[in-house]
């Protein structure tokens, strides 16, 4: 079975600072990824995601992240953070091989921004 | 895309009750999926419903607590049952728009147990 982690609860970040969140994931073979976003009191935004190809997948909001098979990794970041960009950020995995199609949620990241 | 349409969007509920969620898709999907997210949580996978199959619970949730009913492609119900506190919640139906798509979400139900 999938699963991912988030190592960091928090991050603080100052506006206008490059950010890097950080996912690992658990599987036999290459997942989907991907990278949704919560801000307060709002539902999921996906912000973007992998299937294969290309490792350096871009996003919405200037976004990007980039998978490692090497690390199982597929870190998200931004060169430049907006006060806007503060929110609770969720990497998911899927699986391929399943039949199923289900995609499991990592704890979370919440980002905070300094004026 | 999918649009998701779930009833109702907010509850409060007395302890020992029950409440149904209804999820509605604008299409016909093979799968269904109830996540819940607790308070400051992320999202924990409740089911997968499979039209004409009983759902398969993920480790923790059991049908006697969370009945799901899946009685066509584009419609899926989820049951709280006995409610505690602790199930104070957001529920939220999900679908994945094709193989290796990304999941679609309802704007949840927000459940207060009181």
């Known amino acids: 079975a999938q699963s991912v982690t988030q190592p960091d609860i928090h991050i603080t970040v100052s506006e206008g600072a490059s950010l890097e969140l950080r996912c690992n994931y658990s599987?036999?073979?290459?997942?989907?990824l991907f990278w949704y976003v919560q801000s307060p009191g709002q539902g999921l935004q996906l912000l973007l995601k992998?299937?294969?190809?290309?490792?350096l997948v871009q996003g919405i909001k200037g976004f990007e992240a980039e998978f490692k098979r090497s690390q199982s990794s597929f870190n998200l970041r931004k060169p430049s953070v907006h006060w806007s960009d503060a929110a609770e950020y969720f990497c998911?995995?899927?699986?391929?091989?399943?039949?199923?199609?289900?995609?499991?949620f990592g704890k979370g990241t919440r980002l905070h921004i300094l004026p | 895309s999918a649009v998701i349409s779930q009833k109702p969007s907010r509850d409060i509920c007395q302890r020992g009750t029950s409440l149904t969620i209804q999820c509605q898709v604008d299409?016909?999907?093979?799968?269904m999926f109830w996540y819940r997210q607790q308070p400051g949580q992320s999202l924990t996978l409740i089911a997968t419903?499979?039209?004409?199959?009983?759902?398969?619970?993920e480790s923790g949730f059991v049908i006697d607590k969370f009945p799901i009913s899946r009685p066509n492609l584009t419609f899926s119900t989820l049951t709280v049952s006995n409610m505690s506190p602790e199930d104070s919640s957001i529920y939220l139906c999900?679908?994945?728009?094709?193989?290796?798509?990304?999941?679609?979400f309802g704007q949840g139900t927000r459940l207060t147990v009181v």
């Open positions: 999900s679908v994945v728009g094709g193989r290796g798509t990304e999941a679609f």
């Open positions: 998911a995995v899927g699986s391929p091989l399943n039949r199923d199609d289900k995609i499991i």
């Open positions: 419903a499979n039209q004409g199959s009983e759902a398969t619970y």
């Open positions: 992998y299937f294969s190809g290309d490792t």
């Open positions: 599987y036999g073979a290459t997942p989907y």
């Open positions: 299409s016909q999907v093979t799968m």
